[in-house]
């Protein structure tokens, strides 16, 4: 099997951490995922910093996967 990162569009239920998520030019990834009552959620990136999601925000981010 080889690793392969792939685009993906994301939402607050399908957001995975380890997904990487593009801010302006910054390349962010995904450290804690913590869904909030109204359907969004609370990402968690490794450099710290926070983004609300919302339950109707979809985002492209990048995931690892493994081909066979």
Not at 27 to 40: A, F, L, N, S, Y
């Amino acid at each position: 099997m080889t690793p392969h990162t792939r685009s993906k569009e994301v939402t607050a239920v399908t957001v995975c951490t380890g997904d990487t998520i593009a801010i302006g030019d910054v390349h962010m990834t995904v450290m804690e995922v913590t869904p909030t009552v109204d359907g969004g959620a609370i990402i968690r990136f490794e450099s710290g910093e926070t983004l609300r999601m919302h339950s109707r925000t979809a985002l492209m981010a990048s995931r690892r996967g493994h081909r066979r």
